[in-house]
């Protein structure tokens, strides 16, 4: 094979236009009239609706170029189009190639009677996906999302790109992802499918290999080498037409496992076609052995929803994933690594990648399978309907599907293939209009429930399906059920439940709940200005895409803390209020994980700066839910079921081992006074609940104390604190907080720093930080008891001393969160 990379420095120009401009690649319109000064930046203040003409225009982009006498001189010679975005004319010298309608879908053109020696044009003209959608939902209207541009569905593009409820209007144009030249003489690999098959604790890896064009006298080889490069197996065997399958066994194999029940080691990979000593064509892997299975059966409260790996059944902990840029050729291997290895920090184990962005990088699965990180992994339909029955459009999604399933079925991390999001749910409980749209649920059942499932068992056998999220697996009923399958749960959100609503609800795995947060203030910064630092002024509604979204936060908030005093408190408490949501949602399921198998709230990250369900802003700085995330999802869990007086403590085991310690239980007033203390020793068998204690706090607190007193549980392991929670008799803003009056000592060594903080009286919520840095501590927006010391830590890489940085430390609490 002989490749010539295209990507680089390109020109584009607006349709109508003489004027060249230069132009990157992988890249976009926005993008690159941003690099020129000549849109302001779309995540800036209003800018989004300033620049909303740049996917209302048709553009061109062009390269001149030189293809090597090598190339040239092969028998195959193919443009190949990774993604193009999205509605495009491909022409070279002037001579038409063809076009593409998919952004999701590699495209190849034949370029061998049309390439020439020397200086060859290839243009590419993208019309605008705002007409063209806007064009056929005239034609026939789909019911969409009502924060996008309309006619979405129409076409396949990311629909979050036309808009959601976290995310702008700005549908990028533009060549997203690689372009090169392919040639070759021989043959090709078109495709090679690897599967593991585990028996009596071997397995055998094989390749079925397909070949571009019928082959004699090849020999393929197959080749994978242990994670420390100790041990080779190889296969190879002649290859006679355009097929073969080779296989090797693997002794003493290293198992992959999630990230918290084992390492993750990865074998490589290396399936090649050889002639004459020469290397035709390869491809290489990364491979990890495991089994995965979903596990569905009957039980006590209906059918479990379980995956179970290398036989062992898990707690899925983890989130919701959404593009992490509205303009995804943003999006480095170094932003998915930051992101994904925070989701890692905090003890997660599954992403779902939701089915309203796009199928993700080849960087976002290596780090998923190096990290332990399982993907649900939906196909890109959601909230909307879609022309499933328009002759051409299905043919064109059965080629995505295809091309998606064998680029992403050999990874270690893929759990799970799901239909698409929420639209069962909205043919179920949305008040679709079945009268009129009626041929669009039959197309959809067809489709979800027959066609797609048929298509992914034929491409992907060795994974489940599912036909939708949420569902109960039996077409349109019940899929939001408790008994069977995944939920949905925003009846806190969008329903304006408070939060004790959680406990009421016992899904078979929750799959989506979430409850919104302003990002730091350091964000805010960056997309509004002082005067704008108002929840109903403009600029600050122009960043909350979801309608109601800033009264639910402010409402929600008044349930439990007292009028903040500023915006900067505001924003404080919108952060603290989420992860105390979230908090008790998952607390709660995981106190219930022998019915519920696994939590992934919405949504880990954003795609630019907006009030938003996240836990990592736009910018990766945590949230005070992603620091809590830390704790609730923490392999053992310590957590309080209060109800008025009464205290619960358990401790939930998700290890594969017994966990032994003691917790420590003491009832004191808000300057540290005990009025009860008591010690339990616990033994919480592996994978399992164990309830620790009730306390029926009535026999020893009086009435009129309810508001100075406070009920404090520590889980300990030898001389190790291990984690606190603290719980209340009032809500949070009726009691009597006095000034905390915090101390602190700052240690600076080596880059780490030591921050030793004690409090004089009660301590609600600290939250730590160093004014204009960022940096992640060991611990933030906890609770900090009278007179009992915390020591947290973190790096910083800037050269800076202790005195300087004690003058940016500011501690933010509860306290000092309203007026006195």
């Known amino acids: 094979m002989i490749f010539q990379d295209l990507a680089g420095a390109w020109q584009f120009r607006k349709k109508g236009s003489t004027d060249w401009l230069p132009a990157s690649v992988p890249g976009g319109v926005h993008t690159d009239l ?61 001579d038409v190639l063809g076009h593409t ?19 060859n044009q290839l243009t590419i003209k993208f019309a605008s996906p705002v007409r063209y959608c806007a064009e056929r939902q005239a034609e026939e209207p789909m019911v969409g999302v009502s924060q996008a541009l309309v006619g979405g569905p129409h076409l396949r593009k990311a629909p ?43 397995v055998s890896v094989s390749a079925r290999l397909m070949t571009s064009q019928p ?99 898990i707690f899925a902990k983890g989130s919701n994933w959404i593009p992490a840029d509205s303009f995804p050729t943003r999006i480095t291997r170094q932003k998915l690594e930051k992101l994904l290895g925070d989701a890692v920090l905090v003890h997660q184990n599954m992403l779902r990648v939701w089915g309203g962005g796009f199928y993700e990088s080849e960087d976002f699965y290596d780090l998923c399978d190096q990290y332990g990180i399982l993907v649900w992994q939906d196909f890109i339909f959601s909230c909307s309907m879609y022309p499933l029955g328009v002759p051409g459009f299905l043919e064109n999604v059965q080629e995505e599907v295809l091309q998606n399933t064998r680029r992403l079925r050999h990874r270690t991390s893929l759990a799970l293939w799901c239909g698409n999001n929420e639209m069962e749910e909205g043919w179920v409980d949305w008040q679709w209009d079945k009268t009129k749209f009626g041929y669009l649920e039959e197309a959809y059942d067809r489709f979800f429930h027959h066609q797609l499932k048929d298509w992914c068992k034929e491409a992907d056998p060795d994974r489940p399906y599912w036909p939708s999220s949420p569902s109960s697996g039996t077409p349109f009923k019940n899929p939001n059920g408790q008994e069977r399958g995944d939920a949905h749960y925003w009846q806190v959100w969008h329903g304006r439940q408070p939060f004790t609503a959680y406990r009421q609800q016992f899904p078979r795995f929750m799959s989506e709940f979430g409850f919104q947060s302003l990002p730091p203030m350091a964000t805010v910064r960056s997309y509004a200005d002082q005067p704008d630092w108002n929840m109903t002024s403009y600029i600050m509604e122009r960043h909350q895409k979801n309608q109601r979204g800033n009264e639910l936060i402010v409402s929600q908030m008044l349930d439990q803390y007292r009028l903040p005093k500023d915006f900067e408190a505001l924003d404080y408490l919108s952060m603290v209020l989420q992860a105390n949501g979230i908090r008790y949602g998952v607390e709660h399921w995981r106190r219930h994980s022998n019915r519920v198998a696994g939590t992934l709230y919405w949504q880990l990250n954003d795609c630019w700066p907006v009030a938003s369900w996240s836990s990592l802003d736009y910018f990766g700085r945590w949230k005070a839910l992603h620091y809590a995330a830390r704790h609730f999802y923490a392999p053992v869990m310590l957590s309080i079921e209060d109800s008025a007086l009464v205290q619960k403590v358990f401790i939930t085991n998700d290890t594969l081992e017994p966990v032994s310690g003691t917790v420590q239980i003491r009832v004191e007033n808000l300057a540290g006074d005990a009025l009860f203390t008591e010690q339990y020793l616990f033994e919480a068998q592996a994978q399992a609940v164990k309830k620790v204690c009730e306390l029926d706090c009535s026999l020893f607190i009086k009435e009129d104390l309810l508001r100075e007193t406070v009920f404090i549980a520590e889980f300990w392991q030898a001389d190790q604190l291990i984690d606190r929670k603290i719980t209340f008799f009032v809500p949070v803003k009726h009691l009597s907080l006095a000034e905390p009056d915090i101390a602190s000592v700052l240690e600076l060594a080596e880059g780490e720093v030591r921050l030793t903080l004690t409090a004089q009286s009660l301590a609600l919520q600290v939250q730590l930080g160093f004014e204009g840095l960022d940096c992640v501590f060991s611990d933030n927006y906890f609770d900090l008891p009278a007179k009992t010391p915390v020591t947290v830590t973190t790096r910083l890489d800037n050269e800076i001393n202790a005195q300087s940085l004690n003058s940016l430390l500011r501690v933010q609490t509860i306290y000092d969160s309203y007026a006195h």
């Open 160 to 202: 979050c790109q036309f808009g959601w409820d976290w995310g702008p209007q700005l549908p990028p144009i533009g060549i997203w992802k690689d372009i090169r030249l392919e040639a070759w003489s021989e043959t090709r690999l078109e495709d090679v499918h690897l599967r593991q098959k585990h028996s009596c604790g071997k």
């Open 215 to 313: 082959v004699t006298g090849c020999l393929a080889r197959l080749k994978v080498t242990a994670p420390d490069g100790g041990q080779v197996f190889e296969e190879e065997t002649q290859l006679e037409g355009t097929s073969g399958l080779l296989q090797v066994e693997i002794n003493q194999p290293q198992f992959w496992w999630p990230n918290g029940y084992g390492g993750q080691p990865l074998y490589s990979v290396k399936v090649s076609l050889e002639k004459d000593a020469a290397i035709l064509d390869q491809r290489d892997y990364r491979l990890g052995l495991r089994t995965i299975d979903l596990i569905q059966e009957p039980d006590e409260w209906g059918e479990s929803f379980k995956f179970a790996i290398n036989g062992v059944t």
């Open 34 to 94: 941003l690099a020129l000064g000549m849109i302001p930046d779309p995540f800036v203040g209003d800018n989004e609706a300033r620049v909303q003409w740049v996917a209302e225009a048709d553009w061109d982009y062009q390269l001149l170029f030189s293809p090597s006498a090598e190339l040239l001189n092969q028998t195959h010679i193919e443009l190949v189009g990774d993604g193009l975005d999205t509605l495009a004319e491909l022409s070279l010298n002037g």
């Open 101 to 119: 309608e998919n952004m999701f879908r590699q495209y190849r053109f034949d370029l061998k009677p049309l390439l020439k020696t020397g200086e």
